[in-house]
């Protein structure tokens, strides 16, 4: 396993609730800002469990 891969395991269900999120936005339940929110901390996310290990 790469360490990419081992920093995207924890990730997985936060890039499952996108889709939710967006369907949430389109229904106009939540701001798009949290839309746009997930991704950066997708990002964060992986990039601090890549320097761990």
Same mark, same amino acid.
């Not at 990002?43 to 992986?46: E, Q, T």
């Given at each position: 396993m790469t360490?990419?891969? &081992?920093a /995207?395991? @924890?990730a997985l @269900?936060?890039?499952v609730t996108? @889709? /939710?999120c967006a !369907?949430? *936005?389109v &229904? *106009?339940?939540l701001p798009w800002g949290v839309?746009? !929110?997930v991704p950066v901390a997708l !990002?964060?996310? &992986?990039l601090v469990r890549a320097r761990r290990k």
């Open positions: 360490r990419l891969q &081992a /995207l395991i @924890p @269900p936060t890039m996108l @889709p /939710l !369907a949430l *936005g &229904a *106009g339940v839309l746009f !929110a !990002a964060l996310l &992986a």
